[in-house]
């Protein structure tokens, strides 16, 4: 990346450094943040952006091929292909116009932000979307050895120092479902 990319705010815990959707651009390094500081030189990719903010913001790299939005993205994919989309809490819901059908509901793509977090749940959050090759049977729509992934969220990596920091506490993992 060399220093020159761009992100869109995802998660922040302070709106007046960062507004949250909003695309901001890293040129050379420098970042300059809402209340007209600048970051000067110092972030080169993902890791310094992290890095240097102390994991206070979260960050998902934007597409330099054009600066829409994964909710836009998933539009225009939509009009091209069947769409299967996997959400936070592991179901899967086909995209049929503005909506995601599952099994048991439907949620429209007005209750999602630009980055397809959900407004209405956290376990609705779009964490994987695929796109339909193979299917001659609607239970064909949901076998995942008939969908070729399109995009998939990346995964937040902390240590554990990361997490006990973050509580202020000596921290024990309990349980682990993926």
């Given amino acids: 990346m060399n220093g020159n990319f761009k992100v869109i705010c995802i998660n922040s815990t302070n709106d007046t450094l960062f507004t949250e959707n909003k695309i901001y651009e890293i040129k050379d390094g420098s970042l300059t943040m809402d209340n007209g500081k600048t970051i000067s030189g110092y972030i080169n990719d993902m890791v310094d952006l992290e890095v240097y903010l102390c994991s206070e913001f979260e960050f998902e790299l934007v597409s330099e091929d054009n600066d829409k939005s994964l909710k836009e993205k998933l539009l225009d994919w939509n ?5 299967i989309v996997k959400h936070r809490d592991g179901e899967f819901s086909y995209m049929f116009e503005d909506r995601f059908l599952s099994k048991d ?3 429209t793509i ?4 630009s980055n397809l977090n959900s407004d209405r749940s956290p376990s ?6 695929y796109k339909v090759f193979n299917a001659c049977k609607i239970e064909d729509l949901f076998n995942i050895n008939n969908l070729e992934l399109l995009w998939e969220k990346e995964a937040k ?3 554990m120092k990361d997490i006990e920091n973050k509580f202020g506490c000596r921290v024990e993992i309990v349980d682990f479902n993926l």
């Fill in 110 to 113: 007005d209750d999602y932000n």
């Fill in 105 to 107: 509901t439907w949620i």
């Fill in 157 to 159: 990596k902390v240590t």
């Fill in 79 to 83: 009009k091209e292909y069947s769409i």
């Fill in 124 to 129: 609705c959050e779009v964490i994987a979307i």
